[in-house]
């Protein structure tokens, strides 16, 4: 502005701190008004008000603090403007008994609070459960000739709503519409949403169909606050209809809402209603994780629906994603239960090329698979490969004695072999002894196994024990003397 000859005067350059101050830009503007004071322009009770206005919706509480002592120093009296400020921020950071002490003094000061000012102090008790000092405060706006506001009553009916107090919410609510005070969207959300947490649908109902009859106009929050009620109440078939309207009025709720709801309709076997909203969802312009990719491929698969499921999968890549782990699970556990075992396996053993690691999970879905299927020797094959997980393989063995699947001297040996490769010994004697408990006789490659991992260790005495124990295959003896 200099270079152009123009000379900034306090109106400019409070317009300019406004601005950064709402941006954000609060060194900027701190920089600015550093640049007003060495120029000779004197800050204005604006000037402050602006930038501790910003300070404080920014949490520079120290920063809001000097500039205020500031202004005492330079002898600018506080306004209204900066009295709300003051206790807005003091609100916020949960000081209310503060916030009271300033409004206190503004009164001594002869600044009598404005609605915005009592607002405030009702929405933060009511926010802290003290609903009957909000109301005193009400009383008192009153009694002073300050009629509530709709943010006023707003921040009440929130704060019976909070305490479950919904004959009271809703007691305030027609006093409002009473003193001709038209409650807006905020406090019709506020009333649905506390019916819905109260598990009073059909109330939060009633007050849906009046905004539709009257207005305000719906929004998001009013339908997902529905929604999501109706699911958690099993109410299905009725969250189903509702959500129809939804789409049809060609609104989306939010990406966490649809989430869900995408979530609720594939748990209720609502496939149909899933896909459309899916595809609601991607032609909203919604920016898609995996999360609702995985959650609807776990609702396909769960219904059968394995094909879609499949080409849903496959979409990933197109569209820039990569699956997870859990995303893996839920495909290869939909592949074994249609008996698609080569290709469940197959995308098992892709995992590694698609940056994947494979966890315990995993290999559960995939052992699980083989056994239902009766492909044993796959399944020891794989719960070899688990033993560095030796907890999970562990359960896993007990689990396949447990749901009768027959294991052979050769799956057991198998295991043992890979327990003692990776020094787990103890765990290798642990499975003989559950060998012995279910009556599988060892055979001389087992005590062998045993013998050799003993010595490699160091453990002679030990390896003795077991010769000792089991003397009839003496031939393992050779081992020792090697």
């Given at each position: 502005m200099e270079g152009t000859g123009f000379e900034p005067d306090i109106v400019a350059y409070n317009t300019i701190l406004d601005c950064l101050c709402k941006k954000g830009l609060l060194k900027e503007a701190l920089n600015l008004f550093s640049e007003m004071k060495v120029k000779g322009i004197r800050p204005d009770i604006i000037t402050y008000n602006c930038l501790i206005h910003g300070m404080c919706n920014s949490g520079w509480q120290e920063e809001a603090t000097r500039l205020l002592n500031e202004m005492f120093d330079n002898n600018i009296s506080l306004d209204i403007v900066t009295y709300t400020i003051l206790v807005d921020a003091l609100c916020t950071e949960g000081m209310i008994s503060k916030a009271v002490e300033i409004v206190n003094t503004m009164r001594k000061q002869g600044i009598e609070p404005n609605v915005v000012t009592y607002s405030t102090l009702v929405d933060a008790h009511c926010k802290e459960g003290m609903v009957s000092k909000a109301e005193d405060i009400v009383d008192t706006m009153i009694k002073r000739g300050i009629e509530p506001d709709v943010i006023t009553y707003s921040a009440l009916v929130n704060g019976h709503c909070l305490q479950n107090e919904m004959d009271k919410a809703r007691g305030v609510f027609n006093l409002m519409i009473e003193k001709g005070c038209a409650p807006d969207i905020v406090t019709y959300n506020t009333m649905i949403n506390g019916y819905c947490k109260g598990k009073r649908l059909d109330e939060a109902m009633e007050l849906f169909h009046e905004i539709s009859r009257k207005g305000p106009i719906l929004d998001t929050v009013t339908y997902s606050t529905l929604l999501q009620s109706m699911f958690q109440l099993g109410r299905v078939l009725t969250a189903c209809e509702l959500f129809r309207k939804v789409l049809a009025?060609?609104?989306i709720p939010d990406i966490v809402t649809c989430l869900i709801l995408l979530n609720a309709l594939c748990k209720t076997g609502h496939i149909e209603e899933a896909l459309k909203l899916f595809e609601a969802m991607r032609n909203s312009g919604l920016e898609l994780d995996i999360v609702p990719y995985t959650i609807l491929i776990d609702g396909l698969c769960k219904v059968g629906h394995i094909k879609v499921a499949k080409e849903l999968f496959h979409q990933l890549s197109n569209n820039g994603l990569k699956p997870d782990v859990y995303t893996y699970c839920l495909m290869i556990n939909g592949l074994c239960k249609d008996g698609l075992l080569d290709e469940a396996y197959r995308l098992f053993g892709s995992m590694g090329d698609n940056d994947c690691s494979l966890d315990s999970c995993c290999y559960n879905v995939m052992i699980r698979g083989?056994?239902?299927?009766s492909y044993t020797s796959k399944a020891t094959q794989l719960l070899t490969e688990m033993v560095g997980q030796q907890e999970e393989a562990t359960r896993l063995l007990n689990e396949m004695v447990d749901i009768n699947i027959s294991l052979d001297v050769v799956t057991y040996t198998i295991l043992i072999d890979a327990l003692c490769e990776e020094?787990?010994?103890?765990?290798?004697?642990e499975t003989v002894d559950m060998m012995i408990k279910e009556d599988i006789e060892l055979d001389v490659v087992?005590?062998?196994?045993?013998?050799?991992?003993?010595?490699?260790?160091?453990m002679v005495s030990k390896a003795e024990d077991i010769i000792l124990k089991f003397y009839i295959y003496i031939i393992s003896y050779s081992m020792i003397i090697d």
């Amino acid at each position: 502005m200099e270079g152009t000859g123009f000379e900034p005067d306090i109106v400019a350059y409070n317009t300019i701190l406004d601005c950064l101050c709402k941006k954000g830009l609060l060194k900027e503007a701190l920089n600015l008004f550093s640049e007003m004071k060495v120029k000779g322009i004197r800050p204005d009770i604006i000037t402050y008000n602006c930038l501790i206005h910003g300070m404080c919706n920014s949490g520079w509480q120290e920063e809001a603090t000097r500039l205020l002592n500031e202004m005492f120093d330079n002898n600018i009296s506080l306004d209204i403007v900066t009295y709300t400020i003051l206790v807005d921020a003091l609100c916020t950071e949960g000081m209310i008994s503060k916030a009271v002490e300033i409004v206190n003094t503004m009164r001594k000061q002869g600044i009598e609070p404005n609605v915005v000012t009592y607002s405030t102090l009702v929405d933060a008790h009511c926010k802290e459960g003290m609903v009957s000092k909000a109301e005193d405060i009400v009383d008192t706006m009153i009694k002073r000739g300050i009629e509530p506001d709709v943010i006023t009553y707003s921040a009440l009916v929130n704060g019976h709503c909070l305490q479950n107090e919904m004959d009271k919410a809703r007691g305030v609510f027609n006093l409002m519409i009473e003193k001709g005070c038209a409650p807006d969207i905020v406090t019709y959300n506020t009333m649905i949403n506390g019916y819905c947490k109260g598990k009073r649908l059909d109330e939060a109902m009633e007050l849906f169909h009046e905004i539709s009859r009257k207005g305000p106009i719906l929004d998001t929050v009013t339908y997902s606050t529905l929604l999501q009620s109706m699911f958690q109440l099993g109410r299905v078939l009725t969250a189903c209809e509702l959500f129809r309207k939804v789409l049809a009025s060609g609104q989306i709720p939010d990406i966490v809402t649809c989430l869900i709801l995408l979530n609720a309709l594939c748990k209720t076997g609502h496939i149909e209603e899933a896909l459309k909203l899916f595809e609601a969802m991607r032609n909203s312009g919604l920016e898609l994780d995996i999360v609702p990719y995985t959650i609807l491929i776990d609702g396909l698969c769960k219904v059968g629906h394995i094909k879609v499921a499949k080409e849903l999968f496959h979409q990933l890549s197109n569209n820039g994603l990569k699956p997870d782990v859990y995303t893996y699970c839920l495909m290869i556990n939909g592949l074994c239960k249609d008996g698609l075992l080569d290709e469940a396996y197959r995308l098992f053993g892709s995992m590694g090329d698609n940056d994947c690691s494979l966890d315990s999970c995993c290999y559960n879905v995939m052992i699980r698979g083989f056994l239902r299927n009766s492909y044993t020797s796959k399944a020891t094959q794989l719960l070899t490969e688990m033993v560095g997980q030796q907890e999970e393989a562990t359960r896993l063995l007990n689990e396949m004695v447990d749901i009768n699947i027959s294991l052979d001297v050769v799956t057991y040996t198998i295991l043992i072999d890979a327990l003692c490769e990776e020094g787990m010994i103890s765990k290798a004697v642990e499975t003989v002894d559950m060998m012995i408990k279910e009556d599988i006789e060892l055979d001389v490659v087992t005590y062998n196994t045993l013998v050799d991992a003993h010595c490699k260790t160091g453990m002679v005495s030990k390896a003795e024990d077991i010769i000792l124990k089991f003397y009839i295959y003496i031939i393992s003896y050779s081992m020792i003397i090697d």
